[in-house]
């Protein structure tokens, strides 16, 4: 329907038609970025899992070709599920995946496949070698929860790589294994890490540096030491649906990572406070940096999904970088999404928001934009005073807290995919609390809190609206703040500070779309905030955007 088209992202990648989820096996190659995904060429739910791929030249534009891995073996038959690239020290990549080899339990091995024909920077055809699978649970392993190997590092003559499990009910752990041919592998006895978080899906670990003159460049993941290189382990949460990390040390010798905040596991860290998961980054040789990828799932009903045909988008791809506090990641959309921009940007220039003021952004189309602001606060005094009891609660807080709750500071920020009347929009803002101890905070420093606010994005009633939240590790009492969003019709991709904080929102709007979605600036603060500069650009769309 016509509503359906008016939903349907331009510049996140996704499917033409069923379902997507996890990103796997993300590679440059020979001038190529490669893409594979889970996918079900059947319809418009999960199931019939096979891998998907896509390849680009800039991360924008992408091409969609045959499927790379499906069902063939005796070792994958029942679905070929998650798994990373190796590039290899001969220059070939060598992809691990983990298959179902039983119809009636999802018992878990892990393959590998080759491409056919290496000097096809395309890496078309895969071929699965005699042997498979290459690893399969032993040792007391819960084989219906041992899956999602990653992609590999080589250190001291031996290949190493994690897979993520359950042990008894409740203990997600990254088991290790050892190779020094890549095809035979032994497990360590001793995982590199675990917590009683539930199973750990699609574990992801990568070095980082913390020297600040290198600070944006990423590193190979072959990379286990050297001066200032710390370490991120990041794990799926099964039971929760999100992707926590923390920062830490790890130890090649006796192959265990220990998280710098003895609490880590608890405080969960996210890379996204919103929909985002299954996600695994990369390193590009080429602009030396580490890529994240990770997966949106609709909120929207599983009917309406297969009414309109298609399930799930990739976030846009992520630059990832070590704070220089060292406490946590940073994260900002590749800059090769700003070719997108359009030509004639909107822009505000100090523009005081009055309280219960807003200011529509008028003069652009903001359906698929981008738009990046700054936030002036003369004075944190007039700041609401946190309630302990909620001080770790980010969640829970906004969701009593909303949008419409008149605070001290803020809540103020942006009202996206509005309609005319307002009686739809999605609120994306900043909500600031006096100093208090919190996750991010001893006492004395102001508490920020980042929400997206979707109670009010759709007329539609049959929707999952849940509303996202999460603190953010900055000093706003210095009385500046920045918010960028990335507006695409059912999507609402946010950065709060820089990237500290960052939150996806998928809205179904019935009313605001195409020329139809406002854009405002809101303050329901009982304090003026200044606007010290907002500018939005219409975003075009990719030549080439082609999911399978
Ligand atoms: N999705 C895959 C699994 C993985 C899960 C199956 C995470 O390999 O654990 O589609 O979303």
């Keep these: 329907s016509i509503l359906d088209a008016e939903l349907s992202t331009g510049y996140h990648f996704r499917p033409i038609k069923n379902w997507i989820n996890d990103p796997n096996a993300p590679m440059y190659y020979k001038g190529w970025y490669h893409l594979f995904y889970q996918y079900n060429p059947k319809g418009a739910v999960w199931g019939n899992i096979v891998w998907a791929h896509s390849v680009s030249r800039d991360l924008i534009n992408w091409v969609a070709l045959e499927t790379a891995i499906q069902p063939s073996i005796k070792s994958d038959k029942y679905g070929c599920w998650s798994g990373s690239a190796t590039i290899l020290r001969d220059g070939t990549p060598a992809i691990m995946y983990t298959g179902i080899d039983r119809a009636d339990i999802n018992y878990e091995v892990q393959n590998i496949a080759f491409p056919k024909n290496k000097s096809d920077p395309l890496l078309r055809e895969w071929v699965k070698p005699r042997g498979n699978p290459i690893i399969v649970p032993e040792g007391g392993i819960n084989a219906t929860q041992f899956r999602d190997p990653t992609t590999a590092w080589y250190a001291d003559g031996h290949w190493r790589l994690l897979i993520g499990a359950l042990s008894g009910a409740s203990r997600g752990v990254a088991y290790v294994y050892r190779s ?87 405080h969960h860290l996210r890379y996204d406070y919103g929909n985002f998961y299954a996600s695994k980054t990369f390193y590009d040789p080429v602009k030396r940096r580490r ?48 070719a997108l921009r359009g030509k004639r940007p909107v822009s505000i220039k100090n523009r005081v928001v009055k309280r219960g003021e807003h200011v529509e952004v008028t003069g652009l189309r903001t359906s698929q934009a981008d738009v990046e602001v700054s936030f002036e606060v003369a004075s944190i005094d007039g700041a609401e005073a946190l309630d302990p009891a909620l001080a770790n609660d980010a969640q829970k807080l906004c969701s009593m807290r909303g ?137 075009k769309k990719p030549a080439l955007m082609n999911g399978a």
């Excluded at 360590?188 to 750990?200: C, D, F, I, N, Y």
């Excluded at 130890?251 to 710098?260: A, G, I, S």
């Excluded at 009917?303 to 900002?332: E, F, H, T, Y």
């Design 291 to 338: 890529i994240l990828w990770g997966w949106a799932n609709e909120s929207d009903a599983a009917v309406d999904d297969v009414a309109k045909g298609w399930a799930g988008i990739q976030a846009i791809p992520r630059k990832v970088w070590l704070d220089p506090s060292g406490r946590q990641l940073m994260q900002w959309p590749l800059e090769e999404l700003e």
């Design 180 to 266: 020094r041919d890549f095809m035979r592998w032994t497990r360590v006895r001793k995982p590199l890490h675990s917590a009683p978080t539930g199973m750990w899906e699609c574990p992801d670990l990568y070095p980082v540096t913390a020297d600040g003159r290198h600070r944006h460049k990423g590193l190979d993941t072959s990379v286990v030491s050297g001066p200032r290189v710390k370490h991120v382990l990041k794990n799926s949460l099964d039971l929760r649906r999100y992707d926590y990390y923390t920062v830490g040390t790890y130890d090649r010798k006796t192959e265990r990572y220990v998280p710098d905040n003895p609490a880590g596991d608890e």
């Design 403 to 539: 949008a419409h709750v008149e605070g001290g500071v803020g809540p103020f920020g942006l009202w996206v995919l509005a309609s005319s009347k307002l009686e739809e929009k999605t609120a994306v803002f900043f909500r600031v609390f006096k100093a208090a101890r919190n996750i991010n905070s001893t006492n004395n420093k102001p508490v920020v809190l980042m929400c997206s606010d979707p109670t009010m994005s759709s007329l539609n009633p049959n929707l999952y609206k849940p509303t996202f939240a999460g603190f953010v590790d900055t000093d706003i009492a210095k009385g500046k703040i920045s918010l960028r969003s990335l507006i695409d019709r059912s999507v609402v991709e946010s950065f709060g500070a820089g990237g500290r904080t960052c939150i996806l929102s998928r809205v179904y709007p019935t009313l605001a779309l195409g020329k139809n979605a406002r854009l405002h600036v809101f303050n329901n603060g009982k304090v003026d905030i200044k606007v010290s500069e907002l500018t939005a650009w219409e975003m």
